[in-house]
């Protein structure tokens, strides 16, 4: 689900998914061996207040994986909260 609203210099964006449980292969060995390891469902959160500085200018905080501070998505190590501050440039 994504929305997204702007007024004057200003946008605003909200997403958000839901990830159903699965299965899916492991390795620990380079691919000589591997198993299914069970990964539980998951809900991720995320969003964006943007300046619009000129023309040219942009200016956003952006956050990913905001409700949480680590979402396991896979076997392999968890992916952290994520947040950027970005400023850019169109020329």
Known sequence: LLLGYSTGAWELDANGQYVSGTSMLHSTDAGATSQAVPIKGYASLGGRVGYKID????VALSGMNITRATTQESPYPAIERQVYLT????F
């Open 55 to 58: 023309n040219r200018f942009t």
């Open 87 to 90: 400023l850019t440039g169109h």
